[in-house]
Each structure stands twice: as C-alpha cells, then as structure tokens.
C-alpha cells in the first residue's frame, strides 16, 4: 500500500542532515526537474518583491524567501518531520514505535511541489512553493509536472495507492484508480457539508491508521475495514471513494 499525503505550508526549520542532495531523493527520474526548480527557487529568492508576487507571501513572510536563498546549503531533515499542520499534528508521527517508523518509511509519501513527490524518510530542506504557485519563465507547475510525476509513481506502486493529497497536489501527478477521501461533517438534520480543518485533521487520524495497521489491504473496502476498526465512521461511496464523517 501506497499513502500519498498532502504537503503543508508551514514547514519545521533546521535539521541534522546534509545539503539538500537531489541524488538522495526516491524517484530518482524527476531530478532533472526538480533541478530546474530549485535552481529557479534560489534566483527568484534575490528578488524579494517578484518573490512574493509568485509565491502569494505577504509584507511580514520574508523569511520564506530567505528560506529559498539557502536551498542548497540549509540542512535537511526527513520529509515526515519536515511538514507540519494539522494534518501532520493528527498523524502524530513522533509517536510512532520503531515498527510504526518501518511501515511509514515503506507506505508514506509526500506529495511536493519542488519535488513532485518524497518518500518520508528522503531528506529534504525547508522550502516555500505551493501547488497553485508559477515561477516565472516557467509555465503552471501543473504542466511541469504531468506526466512526468503520474508516471514515476505508477513506477512505485505495485498495488492499492491511497491519494490524500488535496486536488491541487493530485492535479500534479493524478494516480488512476487510486482510493481517495473525501471528509463530511454531518449535522444533526443529516445534512453534510466539507469543513476545512476537519478534512485535514481525519485525513491524518486516517493517514496513521494505515500507516500503522498489520493489514494490507487491497481496496477500498479493505481501507474502510481498517479505518472502522480504528474508530473512524466511513462509507464507501465507489470503488475509489471513501467518504470520512465527522459531526
């Protein structure tokens, strides 16, 4: 099973690994653009205020440009620990046992802008890039990225992919056929609606039940069965859908 999460805007600073080495990332076919990417990063970074016209950053969120100056030479850290919010507070990956550590090494990606996609364990800098961002001379990160990503993780998928990422990081690199979540808060008449930050938060309660769970299941049926188990109230609504309740 693979589990593609979303990233995140905010982003954990430091880190005790080396440089960002694209050598070292999985999907080792996506460097050649993930090294125009950067490159474009740092060299937009020297303008402050282009910058922040194409990365959608305001007058107090300097030190996201400052982050993209230093690209190359800032320490890295695994990408589970790098992202942050709350779907990754929901994940709650530091309190994974040393088990838990194997299987999310073995089923958690990260879906990435600058990178098309990480494994959790892949060592990557703190960085500032969104999905809808365009750097200039280049065109939609949309178009970069297709096929080139949708193809390198059918590469990596043997089985059951389950997408979690939010549309905009799913229109980078779509997986076919992949099991996606779609979170409802229901009210007491029964109507259903999507709510921002519940939809974040049960896709990382979501996300850390499959991580942790012994089985392996195989379709959407075996995702509801595992989410049930741990507590969740779901519903199969196709054979790609899952649909995640809250009240």
């Known amino acids: ?31 050649p653009l993930r090294q125009k990417l950067a490159d474009a990063l740092v060299e937009l970074a020297a303008d402050v205020e282009a910058s922040s016209a194409a990365l959608g950053l ?12 230093v ?26 046992t040393r088990a838990g550590r194997a299987r999310a090494a073995a089923r958690l990606w990260i879906g990435s802008a600058l990178f098309g996609a990480v494994r959790a364990t892949d060592p990557i800098p703190s960085y500032r890039l969104s999905g809808g ?4 001379g280049f065109g939609t990160l949309r178009s970069l990225w297709k096929p080139d990503l949708t193809e390198a993780l059918l590469a990596e998928a043997d089985e059951l992919v389950v997408d979690l990422r939010s549309g905009t990081y799913q229109q980078l690199g779509p997986v076919p056929g992949a099991v996606t979540a779609t979170v409802l808060t229901e009210k007491p008449d029964g109507t259903r609606s ?7 938060h049960h896709k990382g ?5 499959l991580t942790l769970t012994t089985a392996e299941p195989k379709d959407v049926k075996g995702v509801a069965r595992v ?10 609504a196709s054979p790609t859908e899952l649909i995640v309740l809250t009240e």
């Open 205 to 209: 309660l979501l996300a850390r039940t």
């Open 194 to 200: 999507v709510v921002s930050h519940f939809n974040k």
């Open 71 to 96: 690209l190359w030479t800032s320490p890295t850290a695994p990408a589970l620990s790098r992202y942050t919010g709350v779907l990754y507070d929901a994940l709650d990956a530091g309190s994974f």
């Open 133 to 136: 961002s365009k750097i200039p």
């Open 1 to 31: 099973m693979l589990i593609l999460l979303p990233p995140s805007e905010t982003k954990s600073d430091g880190g005790a690994g080396s440089p960002l080495d694209l050598g070292e990332l999985s999907l080792p076919d996506l460097t």
């Open 227 to 236: 989410a049930a188990k741990s507590g969740l109230r779901v519903e199969v």
């Open 58 to 69: 305001g007058p107090t969120q300097a030190d996201e440009i400052q982050r993209n100056a």
